[in-house]
């Protein structure tokens, strides 16, 4: 993986060097094209949640719906709050918006599937189950993202901010590729080519030779 961590540096850097200075700190992005994939199998389709070893540059935003955790570094929606979202449609989308991922406790997860599924599901944001530790998988997933093809085969997706370290936007970058290979049915044969860019900026191409 070292070939593939020098063509990533080799191209952020030559990302820094096209890209204009911005009035806002810029979003880094990673492009994976894809090839030999037929998406209309749902075998084939990929859709994982991804924690970034150095974190995405801002904290992606929880909530957590439990009526028996309390004290959590996030908001935290009981059964009567679900209900109500459930009969305001509305409030339910602006939540959904404005929410990168829910856990839930799963005795919960009924009465959210009759009240939020079906503002939740489309969007691909269906609660994670809450496995021990709350406030540990909270923070975890402060830094993750959710990668996904739709009936394209192309993966984009942000994977930090431009004032990052170059070196932890590369790990982070490789931490998707290796994701991306490894539910691929062929590996890296499956892709076509990557890219990175900033959030207005060109697509810079890494030069990677397998």
């Known amino acids: 993986m070292e070939k593939l961590r020098g063509a990533l540096l080799k191209s952020l850097k030559q990302l820094r060097e096209i890209s204009k200075k911005r009035k806002f700190e810029q979003s880094v992005e990673l492009i994976i094209n894809l090839k030999g994939i037929d998406l209309r199998k749902p075998e084939n389709r990929i859709k994982e949640d991804i924690i970034l070893p150095h974190g995405r540059g801002d904290e992606a935003k929880i909530v957590v719906f439990s009526d028996t955790f309390k004290d959590l570094p996030c908001p935290v929606l009981g059964s009567k709050e679900i209900e109500a979202l459930g009969k305001?449609?509305?409030?339910?989308?602006?939540?959904?918006?404005?929410?990168?991922?829910?856990?839930?406790?799963?005795?919960l997860m009924p009465l959210i599937g009759r009240n939020l599924g079906k503002v939740l599901?489309?969007?691909?944001?269906?609660?994670?189950?809450?496995?021990?530790?709350?406030?540990?998988?909270?923070e975890k997933y402060k830094k993750a993202i959710m990668i996904k093809t739709k009936d394209n085969p192309v993966i984009q997706c942000k994977i930090g901010k431009e004032s990052m370290k170059d070196e932890d936007i590369a790990e982070n970058a490789m931490e998707v590729i290796n994701t991306v290979i490894s539910k691929l049915p062929k590996g890296k044969v499956n892709i076509k080519s990557i890219f990175l860019k900033f959030t207005m900026s060109k697509p810079v191409r890494v030069e990677i030779k397998w």
Not at 93 to 104: E, G, N, Q, S, V
């Open 88 to 107: 305001n449609k509305r409030e339910a989308k602006k939540l959904a918006r404005k929410t990168d991922f829910f856990l839930a406790e799963p005795r």
């Open 121 to 138: 599901a489309p969007r691909g944001k269906m609660p994670r189950l809450i496995k021990g530790d709350p406030k540990s998988m909270i």
